[in-house]
Nanobody
Framework: QVQLVESGGGLVQAGESLRLSCAAS????????MAWHRQAPGKQREFLAV???????VYAPSLKGRFTISRDNAKNTGYLQMNSLKPEDTAIYYC?????????WGQGTQVTVSS
C-alpha cells in the first residue's frame, strides 16, 4: 500500500509563489510517474504536470511555464513549484503516483490565491 501526503498549500496573494510537496511512503517503493492535478470548485479535475522516474517532464500547455515539477527519488517526494500565482489557480491540488502499475492519490492540499 502506498500513502501520499501533500503539503505546502495555503493562502497567498496574486503574483506570489508556493511550493507543494508530495511525500510517498510504503514498503519497497519504486515510483514510476509522479503527477500533479488540481480541482477548482465546480470544475473537473485538471492535469497539470507529470515527471517520470528518469526526470522527463510534461506540462499542461495552459500553465505557460509558471509551474515546475520535480522529484527527489531518494526521498520518494515530488514537488510542484508554482510562480506568478493567479486567482484562477485557486483549487485543491492533488498528487498521484504510479507504483507497479497501480495509481495512488493523495488527499489534496488547498491553494487559495487572492486578488
Amino acid at each position: 500500500q502506498v500513502q501520499l501526503v501533500e503539503s505546502g498549500g495555503g493562502l497567498v496573494q496574486a503574483g506570489e509563489s508556493l511550493r507543494l510537496s508530495c511525500a510517498a511512503s510504503g514498503s519497497g517503493l519504486s515510483i514510476n510517474n509522479m503527477a500533479w492535478h488540481r480541482q477548482a470548485p465546480g470544475k473537473q479535475r485538471e492535469f497539470l504536470a507529470v515527471i517520470t522516474q528518469g526526470g522527463r517532464t510534461v506540462y499542461a500547455p495552459s500553465l505557460k511555464g509558471r509551474f515546475t515539477i520535480s522529484r527527489d527519488n531518494a526521498k520518494n517526494t515530488g514537488y510542484l513549484q508554482m510562480n506568478s500565482l493567479k486567482p484562477e489557480d485557486t483549487a485543491i491540488y492533488y498528487c498521484n503516483v504510479v507504483v507497479g502499475g497501480s495509481t495512488y492519490w493523495g488527499q489534496g492540499t488547498q491553494v487559495t490565491v487572492s486578488s
